[in-house]
Nanobody, 121 residues
Framework: QVQLVESGGGLVQPGGSLRLSCAAS??????????LSWYQQAPEKQRELVAA???????NYADSVKGRFTISRDNAKNTVYLQMNSLKPEDTAVYYC?????????????WGQGTQVTVSS
């Protein structure tokens, strides 16, 4: 069973940077085939897509984070990253990673537990 564990969240001042990591386990060597993404969920709001990366490395971003956030993956480490620069108070949210793909012939659609990012002075 695939499990995702996020890390790297915390408290940062406006204009600062954070790098989130999401490590996958139980992938049975299928991680490189997954579509991976990061979502954010602020209090009282729906979970929204922030950034996504395909198995081939193509990326897309929400308009609100374009030019500030970068998603990347390291298939050798079974890890996806979200580099967040020029952070704003409105980036405050719980950030979740998400993986979609196939493992041993079965579809997977897995979420991590989330990591809190707070941008405040």
């Amino acid at each position: 069973q695939v499990q995702l564990v996020e890390s790297g969240g915390g408290l940062v001042q406006p204009g600062g940077s954070l790098r989130l990591s999401c490590a996958a386990s139980g992938t049975a060597f299928s991680f490189s085939t997954y579509a991976l993404s990061w979502y954010q969920q602020a209090p009282e709001k729906q979970r929204e897509l922030v950034a996504a990366i395909t198995s081939g490395g193509s990326t897309n971003y929400a308009d609100s984070v374009k030019g500030r956030f970068t998603i990347s993956r390291d298939n050798a480490k079974n890890t996806v990253y979200l580099q967040m620069n020029s952070l704003k108070p409105e980036d405050t949210a719980v950030y979740y990673c998400h993986a979609v793909g196939r493992r041993l012939g079965r579809a997977i659609d897995t979420w991590g537990q989330g990591t809190q990012v707070t941008v405040s002075s």
